[in-house]
């Protein structure tokens, strides 16, 4: 199994490869009948494809799904949202206790 199938799925019938180094105007299209991927590069970059074309393009070029990334960033995001409940529930107890208290 190649890294493009891999990442982006089998090859649509009829896929015909566009050359896109010689057009730098070129716009993907979206595909509704595509499942899309996010891939990153090797700085930790993501781009969500939402054409089979896309992604076949940019995983050609070296981006990659790198699972150890998205979890990184499920988590980090995770944490934040953990940390914002927690900070603004503080925020709301201390003001209740205090008006219990001062009433």
């Given at each position: 199994?190649s890294?493009?199938?891999?990442i982006?799925?089998?090859?649509?019938?009829?896929?015909?490869?566009?050359d896109?180094?010689?057009?730098?105007?070129?716009m993907?299209?979206?595909?509704?009948?595509y499942?899309g991927?996010?891939?990153?590069d090797?700085?930790?970059?993501?781009?969500?494809?939402?054409s089979?074309?896309?992604?076949?393009?940019?995983?050609s070029g070296?981006w990659?799904?790198?699972?150890?990334?998205?979890?990184?960033?499920?988590y980090?995001?995770?944490?934040f949202?953990f940390?914002?409940?927690?900070?603004?529930?503080?925020f709301?107890?201390?003001?209740?206790?205090?008006?219990?208290i001062?009433?």
């Amino acid at each position: 199994m190649s890294k493009i199938t891999e990442i982006c799925g089998n090859y649509p019938d009829g896929f015909k490869k566009n050359d896109l180094e010689n057009n730098p105007d070129y716009m993907f299209v979206k595909d509704d009948s595509y499942i899309g991927v996010s891939v990153y590069d090797a700085e930790g970059n993501s781009a969500f494809m939402n054409s089979f074309e896309e992604c076949e393009h940019y995983v050609s070029g070296g981006w990659e799904f790198n699972s150890s990334i998205s979890n990184e960033i499920f988590y980090e995001n995770t944490i934040f949202g953990f940390l914002l409940v927690v900070s603004i529930g503080s925020f709301i107890l201390k003001k209740y206790f205090k008006t219990s208290i001062d009433d």
